[in-house]
C-alpha cells in the first residue's frame, strides 16, 4: 500500500527545544516537500528536495532544517529560533519537480506547551 | 506577497447546489494550476488541474474554468453534496518550479 506516512500525529515543543517531525514515502518519489499551514494562510513551502543529499529552502526557511539521506526520508527539524512553531506540518513528493502531482502526508500538528 | 489570491475565504451551499471558488495570479510564467481538496485533520488531495492551454476542464461534478487574459481561473461544483463540504486550494507553479498556493475556501453544503 504505497503512499505516505508522517509521525507523530500530535506532537508538543516545550520551550527552547529542537524537535524532528517524520516524513516517509514508499512512492519511489525523487521529490519531497514540507509545507506549514496556517489557518488562513494557506500552505506555505518550507524546504524541498529534488534528489537525495541536495535540499532547497522555500519561503520560510528560517528556524527549521531538514535532511535527505534516504530517498524515502525526509525528516524536518523544528529548531528552537523557530519562534512561532504552532501549525500544522504537511510533508509531501512528487514524481519530480515538473509540475508533477504532490501527494500529501496526513500531517503532524505541532504544539508549544 | 500572496502569489495567488483565492476568494471567498467562506463558502456556505445547499445540497444540490453549484459551488465557485476564485482564484487569481500575476505572474504571468505560470503554467499549470492544480486545486486540491483538504478534510479536517488530513492533507490535501489533488481533485483538478489545468494548463492554459485549454479554457475548461471537466471531471465528473467539478470543473475549471480558466481566463488566461484575466489571469484568473475558477472550481465550479456542480450539484455539490455534504460529503463535499472540506477546504479548498487553488495553486500555481512555472516550469521546475515550487507550488504557490492560496489561503483556501472553506466549504460547507448544507443537507
Known amino acids: 500500500d504505497g503512499g505516505i506516512t508522517q509521525s507523530p500525529k500530535y506532537l508538543f515543543r516545550k520551550e527552547g527545544q529542537n524537535v524532528t517531525l517524520s516524513c516517509e514515502q514508499n512512492?519511489?518519489?525523487?521529490?519531497m516537500y514540507w509545507y506549514r499551514q496556517d489557518p488562513g494562510q494557506g500552505l506555505r513551502l518550507i524546504y524541498y528536495?529534488?534528489?537525495?543529499?541536495?535540499?532547497q529552502k522555500g519561503d520560510i526557511a528560517e528556524g527549521y532544517s531538514v535532511s535527505r539521506e534516504k530517498k524515502e526520508s525526509f525528516p524536518l527539524t523544528v529548531t528552537s529560533a523557530q519562534k512561532n512553531p504552532t501549525a500544522f506540518y504537511l510533508c509531501?513528493?512528487?514524481?519530480?519537480?515538473?509540475?508533477?502531482?504532490?501527494?500529501f502526508g496526513p500531517g503532524t500538528r505541532l504544539l508549544v506547551l | 506577497q500572496q502569489q495567488v489570491k483565492q476568494s471567498p475565504q467562506s463558502l456556505i451551499v445547499q445540497k444540490g447546489g453549484i459551488s465557485i471558488i476564485n482564484c487569481a495570479y500575476e505572474?504571468?510564467?505560470?503554467?499549470?494550476f492544480p486545486w486540491y481538496q483538504q478534510f479536517p485533520g488530513k492533507g490535501p488531495a489533488l481533485l483538478i488541474a489545468?494548463?492554459?492551454?485549454?479554457s475548461e476542464k471537466k471531471e465528473g461534478r467539478f470543473t475549471i474554468s480558466f481566463n488566461k487574459s484575466a489571469k484568473q481561473f475558477s472550481l465550479h461544483i456542480m450539484d455539490s453534496q455534504p460529503g463535499d463540504s472540506a477546504t479548498y486550494f487553488c495553486?500555481?507553479?512555472?516550469?521546475?518550479?515550487?507550488?504557490?498556493f492560496g489561503t483556501g475556501t472553506s466549504l460547507t453544503v448544507i443537507p
Open positions: 505572474n504571468t510564467a505560470f503554467d499549470y
Open positions: 489545468i494548463r492554459p492551454d485549454v
Open positions: 495553486a500555481a507553479s512555472m516550469p521546475r518550479n515550487q507550488f504557490y
Open positions: 512512492l519511489n518519489h525523487d521529490a
Open positions: 528536495s529534488q534528489i537525495v543529499n541536495d535540499f
Open positions: 509531501a513528493s512528487s514524481i519530480g519537480l515538473i509540475q508533477e502531482t504532490q501527494y
